[in-house]
């Protein structure tokens, strides 16, 4: 059990959850940065995808997802961590090799893409005092894919992944990656539809792939930001969470 030298006090964790807030606007801007680029809506966008494609997305996600996580962990004692940025860069310049080719190149592109994610993903489990290798770890870096996705910006579907917590066994999270899988595939083929369009493919794979980069990052900050902060505290999750989504609300209202 980890020994926790001295409990923040309330005013640190009302500033700590302001930070997570703040962290949790920010994800979608690049998002919408996309949408500026390819001039369009992202409800509109699975339609540019072939019907065989859409047909096929779901089980291509759920392939490309387990893939990912065995991937993701071997790498670990291969690639030293890296910062924020690098992740950025890396799957933004294979956003734009995939984009480059139209559909078939993005396809290709889309695993790898997907590795890379979770690895990011990873490394700020780490970050915020998490072992990547324990199991409830490894459940919770692909819980964070069950965010909405930077296209599609909802509190809701944003916010209710941080709530789901089971006991973690293998199967758990084979069943985890069931379930993330299709929410995944729509978020997934917005990207590949943004990467097929005529001129602006290359553009619109590295910027998709920065958007998705940056968000999914931030999304996971949130994520254990809230963990870390529920053991530092000696808060009960669910009580902090809550916290958190009152502070979303208030600051979603005074925006508009």
């Given amino acids: 059990m980890e020994i926790i030298e001295k409990q923040i006090d309330s005013d640190e964790v009302s500033v700590r959850i302001a930070d997570l807030v703040a962290r949790h606007a920010r994800a979608s801007n690049a998002g919408i940065q996309v949408l500026n680029l ?13 019907p065989a494609v859409r047909g096929r997305l779901n089980d291509a996600t759920e392939q490309a997802l387990a893939y990912a996580m065995e991937a993701a962990q071997r790498s670990r004692g291969v690639v030293a961590d890296s910062p924020g940025w690098m992740t950025r860069a890396v799957t933004t310049a294979m956003g734009a090799a995939g984009g480059w080719g139209g559909l078939p190149t993005a396809m290709a592109e889309l695993p790898i893409t997907t590795t890379i994610l979770l690895r990011g993903i990873q490394d700020v489990a780490l970050e915020h005092g998490f072992s990547p290798q324990d199991q409830g770890v490894r459940f919770d870096c ?19 992944f ?11 999270v084979h069943g985890l990656i069931a379930r993330v899988a299709p929410r995944l595939a729509t978020v997934l083929g917005q990207k590949l539809a943004a990467q097929t369009i005529p001129v602006l493919g290359a ?13 999914y990052q931030q999304m996971a900050h ?26 979303v609300a208030r600051d979603g209202v005074a925006q508009r």
């Fill in 203 to 215: 553009a619109a794979g590295a910027a998709t792939n920065y958007a998705y980069t940056s968000y």
């Fill in 222 to 247: 949130v994520h254990f930001g809230l963990r870390r902060l529920a053991i530092e505290a000696d808060r009960d999750h669910a009580d902090l969470l809550e916290e958190f989504r009152v502070q």
């Fill in 162 to 172: 941080l709530s789901t917590r089971v006991a973690v066994t293998g199967a758990t």
């Fill in 142 to 160: 692909v819980q964070v894919f069950a965010a909405a996705g930077p296209l599609d910006h909802d509190d809701g579907a944003d916010i209710a």
């Fill in 38 to 50: 390819i001039g369009g809506q992202a409800e509109g966008l699975l339609d540019r995808l072939p």
